[in-house]
């Protein structure tokens, strides 16, 4: 059976959905696999490399799509691809059902068997193939070191023969994986950490990196399979409200909170933006689904004046988090890839089990139909609107 990898064409992605190593994986099953030129040169791996491991390069992937079994992606295709596959061909790739309505519609109707990494089950046996969780750690840590050059200070103390420096105070809001490795890399540079979520089972993994868990003793916001749920708005300003001293006397303020298939909570008002002092930095990792901060602005800088009128907090959209660390991430997504579709494969044949309870929940079209039900759901609202 043939798998295709073809370069990524959205602005800013740099990532690619297989490195040389997955390549010999994929083949070890008996699986022919086909690369499109250029499709891994900003993650580092040159054309030369794939045919190394055993990939055939092609000139564009694009004009042989319905010739393809399993195509393998890093973004959302478009319904324009979907359209193109063979029927009964299988996706795997990250979909971001919530937001790609018509591509889905373009999949069911095409009878594609579409995989989306976002629904992987979150289980153990689903670890090595769980996408959010391996780009999130990347997002995490390049969301400090953005941080750290954008602040006009020291990140650790340092006590000199001028005068003791104090170390940066650092406030994360949302300890999933991103908020984790964000605590980590900020501890590991000195800073002072911090950190709160709504889920209270956190607060040990918080004390654990070395930081101080702020409890803002609230109900517990924790849904099914480690993940946040929405807050309703009253909970919501209450928790703002009492967020709002702890964000003052921040220096750098990192937001990492999400809830999958939904916009991204508002924790932050630019009025607790405008209380900072002059200098400080807020990164918003959030910022592509809507923004954890009002006024971020996602792929770019923007400067809130401080409230005082003696300065100004810049506020961090962060963009393509992941991708800007291209090599690490393709390296674990691409193992993700492989994992899912080795799952999938026997004697070289990539037939999905759907007893199987991590391709069934992955699964988000089959057959002509959206398996994935708060999606189908989504579709049908949107067609009786």
Do not use: W
């Not at 990494?117 to 769980?130: C, G, H, K, T, Y």
């Not at 930081?211 to 480690?226: K, W």
């Not at 994992?339 to 057959?367: K, S």
Request: proline share 5%.
């Amino acid at each position: 059976m043939r798998v295709g990898v073809s370069r990524e064409r959205r602005d800013g992605e740099r990532r690619v959905a297989a490195t040389p190593d997955t390549v010999r994986q994929l083949i070890g099953l008996g699986l022919e696999v086909f690369i499109e030129s250029g499709a891994g040169t900003a993650a580092g791996h040159g054309d030369q490399a794939y045919a190394d491991a055993g990939a055939e390069i092609v000139a564009e992937l694009e004009l042989e799509l319905d010739s393809l079994d399993v195509y393998a992606h890093v973004r959302p295709l478009s319904p324009e691809t979907a359209t193109r596959l063979r029927r009964g061909a299988v996706t795997v790739g990250l979909a971001s059902p919530a937001s790609e309505l018509p591509t889905v519609r373009a999949l069911a109707a095409a009878g594609i068997t579409a995989f989306a990494l976002e629904l992987v089950p979150r289980i153990s046996r689903a670890q090595s193939m769980d996408a959010l969780t391996s780009q999130a750690l990347i997002a995490g840590y390049r969301s400090v070191l953005e941080a750290a050059l954008r602040l006009p200070r020291f990140f650790p103390l340092y006590m000199t023969a001028a005068g003791t420096i104090p170390p940066a105070s650092v406030l994360v809001l949302g300890a999933g994986v991103a908020g984790l490795q964000a605590i980590g890399t900020a501890k590991r540079l000195g800073a002072r950490v911090s950190a709160n979520d709504v889920r209270p089972a956190s607060a040990d993994e918080v004390a654990s990196m070395g930081a101080t868990f702020i409890s803002l003793d609230l109900e517990a916001a924790e849904a099914g399979g480690g993940y946040a749920k929405e807050l309703g708005e009253d909970r919501a300003a209450m928790q703002r409200a009492l967020l709002a001293p702890h964000v003052a006397a921040s220096d750098v303020l990192i937001t990492t909170a999400a809830i999958p298939g939904r916009p991204a909570p508002l924790l932050v008002t630019s009025r607790m933006v405008a209380a900072m002092r002059p200098g400080s930095v807020v990164i918003d990792l959030a910022a592509e689904s809507g923004g954890n901060v009002e006024g971020s602005v996602a792929g770019s800088d923007v400067l809130v004046p401080t409230a005082d009128g003696t300065g100004a907090v810049t506020l961090v959209g962060l963009k393509d988090a992941a991708s800007a660390m291209a090599s690490d991430a393709s390296r674990l997504y691409a193992k993700n890839v492989a994992n899912l579709i080795e799952l999938m494969t026997a004697d070289g044949v990539v037939a999905p089990d759907f007893a199987d309870e991590v391709i069934a929940g992955a699964c988000l079209t089959e057959g002509g139909v959206v398996r994935h039900a708060p999606t189908a759901a989504a579709i049908e609202a949107e067609g009786a609107a």
